[in-house]
């Protein structure tokens, strides 16, 4: 399980297809990957490509994850949120509401599944840019999700990250037409009200160089932890 107070960045992805929502999403994850609770992300951002099966996918439309919700098999309880049926506003409100989560799935590297925050965007974005709804609706949220004070231990200078930044990491997810640093300098000013420059905004290789060296502090004395924890069962077996 994980709390608001473990989540330290907002971890951005797209869904790599232009085709579906967080339901498609979702199918894939349980059932395909066979990830047992479901969905992966904790924030789904439609893009508009509706299916038969969702004709009220709409462009912008914000959807929760049930790791989010702490949901496991019991999907009735969440339906109005899973499958976006309220407007963003009263998403994020209820999205505010919860403070303990199941942890996201993935590999995402050490600590990364449970100190992040992560929002999908549905499309390819190594084709084409998120939309501009998209774009507003990310924006709306982690808006949101900073001025709420409910995340005490968010990484003020790299509150918000792309999947690529993340050491490791081979993929260009969320996607090579997204700008990250332009990303960041747009979120900046919406929630500052300010006109930054963007020499105040971290550039990629800046942003990648800082989860790098917080990283390497987090899985070093995660495996110093561990190995004080094996010596311990060791003595005691």
Known sequence: ?????????????CSGIDAGDSTTTRNYHRFTLNWQYGMAYD??????????????????????????????????????????ELDNEETMNEFLKYETHLNAAGEWR???????LHVCLIGNLDSHDMTEKQKEA??????????SNKFPNLKEDII?????EI?????????????????????????????????????????????YSVNLKYTGLTRILNRFFNQIKWRMS
């Open 110 to 116: 050490e600590g990364f599944n449970k100190k992040g």
């Open 167 to 211: 050491p490791g990491v081979k993929k260009s997810c969320p996607g090579s037409q997204v700008d990250m640093q332009m990303l960041r300098y747009n979120i900046k000013k919406t929630v500052e009200r300010v006109e930054p420059s963007i020499a105040d905004v971290p550039e990629e290789k800046v942003v990648r160089e800082k989860v």
């Open 1 to 13: 399980m994980r709390t608001n107070k473990d989540i330290e960045n907002i971890v951005i992805h």
């Open 43 to 84: 924030i789904v951002i439609d893009a508009g490509f509706t299916e038969e099966r969702r004709p009220t996918c709409v462009d912008g439309n914000i959807e929760i994850g049930e790791r989010w919700l702490g949901a496991t098999d019991d999907f009735t309880r969440y339906k109005s949120l899973l499958i976006g």
């Open 160 to 164: 918000v990250i792309g999947h690529r």
């Open 138 to 147: 990310l924006i709306y949220a982690i808006k949101r999700i900073i001025q």
